[in-house]
């Protein structure tokens, strides 16, 4: 199969290596020279650390760097069957470069976004034949992550969805299939992660550390909400979430954080500039977390239940199957466990009583329950996969 990418930059040059390790023969495109040089000098320094840890053996990296072809010439992907383009989320330069594509490309070819937050239908819409167009949707680190989510737009033909999730297989991905709407599954289902977390802040309830403690204590995430937030980046997620927000014609549920978006004004923005809601300059002490086990419990019960009422509202309005929008948030952003399983583990009653005491408490659209896990609490039900 002959595979093209648009954009050598971490995400499509982490595309390229998948298919290409899946013996696919890619030509990796960009307009920059350096951007190939430096793309085709990483992939050299990953393979030597598979080596090293005996994932590979030296045949195989051979192997995989035979299949990528780095070009700054568009017309080399002519004869792909299937193009995935990972450039910056701006509508208007991804329809032209689809525009520009579909004149080079065969009547068969699938041309694949890997966009987190636009529209397919708006990207299919530049082209003539808007039916091969799909939305795949790779996390990162790309080679890593088994999760795609995989984007039908109103146009997709069902031939080029059943092809795109018979490829994603065969690469071994996890493809979760997701409808056309903002934020697809993953960035919509984890708003309340950050957005929850930022409210209990700016109530005073706790600070970063103690809420970033409660949710790796009592709900085993690998990363608290404002550690995860500093290692995206502050300015990345707070884009995100105003993205979202403005997309839901400004639903409560994802309304903004005023402390977000002054820590991305201050230029505190995680990891990346060396402060954010850490401090991560050599020997500073950050605070210890108030480990008070009541306090821990109601914080960690706020989050989740806001996660498990997104999730349950995604399934209401049918962006994805139950299976699908657990094996999202497991492989897409490594949450211990199933928000939907997790649902069915504290029972409907819990879920809807609890989301019940904070709309009493705040009387804020943001809280309302999700009409689906009141009639599966009426019914007796549980969620099924």
Same mark, same amino acid.
């Given at each position: ?5 648009i ?34 000098? #990483?992939?050299?320094?990953?393979? $030597? ?6 994932r =590979?053996?030296?045949?195989?990296? #051979?192997?995989?760097?035979? $299949? ?21 989320e701006?509508?208007? =330069? ?12 065969? @009547? ?11 529209? =397919? ?29 995989v ?20 690469w071994?991905?996890?493809? @979760? ?19 929850? @977390?930022l409210?209990i ?9 103690? =809420?970033d ?14 550690e995860?937030?500093? &290692? ?25 954080? &005023?402390?977000?978006?002054? &820590? ?8 990346k500039?060396?402060k ?6 050599e $020997? ?18 706020r ?19 139950a ?10 952003v490594?949450?211990?466990?199933g ?20 709309y ?19 019914e007796?039900?549980?969620?099924s996969?």
């Open positions: 199969m002959k595979v093209g990418v954009g050598a930059g971490t995400m499509g040059s982490g595309i390229a290596q998948i298919a290409a390790t899946a013996s696919c023969q890619v030509q990796l495109f960009d307009k920059q020279n350096t951007a190939l040089e430096h793309s085709k000098t #990483q992939l050299d320094k990953i393979l $030597n650390r598979l080596i090293e840890k005996k =590979i053996s030296v045949e195989e990296k #051979q192997h995989i760097q035979l $299949n990528i072809n780095y070009t700054a010439s568009l017309s080399d992907l002519n004869k792909c069957d299937l193009v995935i383009e990972a450039i910056v701006n509508l208007e =330069i991804k329809q032209q470069v689809f525009q520009d594509l579909e004149k080079i490309v065969g @009547a068969g070819t699938i041309l694949a976004s890997n966009t987190s937050s636009l529209s =397919i239908a708006s990207i299919a819409s530049a082209l003539a034949k808007p039916e091969r167009c799909i939305g795949m949707h790779f996390f990162n680190p790309a080679p890593l992550m088994k999760l795609v989510e984007i039908p737009a109103v146009q997709t033909s069902d031939h080029v969805v059943q092809k795109s999730l018979q490829i994603l297989t065969d071994k991905k996890s493809p @979760a299939l997701a409808k056309d709407t903002p934020g697809f599954i993953v960035n919509r289902v984890a708003r309340p992660f950050y957005g929850e @977390a409210r802040y700016e109530e005073g309830i706790a600070n970063f550390v103690t =809420i403690w409660a949710m790796k204590h009592f709900g085993k995430f690998r990363m608290g909400p404002f995860l937030m500093d &290692f995206i980046g502050n300015d990345v997620n707070y884009t995100v979430t105003e993205t979202v927000f403005k997309a839901f014609y400004y639903d409560q549920r994802y309304k903004p954080s &005023f402390t977000q978006k002054r &820590f991305a004004e201050a230029g505190y923005l995680g990891r500039s060396g954010g809601y850490y401090d991560y300059a $020997n500073v002490q950050n605070p210890n977390p108030n480990t008070d086990e009541t306090l821990g419990k109601q914080i960690f019960e989050i989740l239940i806001m996660l498990i009422n997104e999730a349950a509202d995604a399934l209401f309005m049918q962006i994805a199957s299976k699908d929008i657990d094996l999202a948030m497991k492989g897409g490594n949450y211990p466990k928000l939907l399983a997790w649902a069915n583990q504290k029972g409907m009653d819990w879920c809807v009583h609890q989301m019940d005491d904070l009493d408490t705040y009387r804020e659209d943001r809280y309302r329950c999700s009409p689906l896990l009141r009639k599966m609490m009426k007796k039900k549980e969620f996969f």
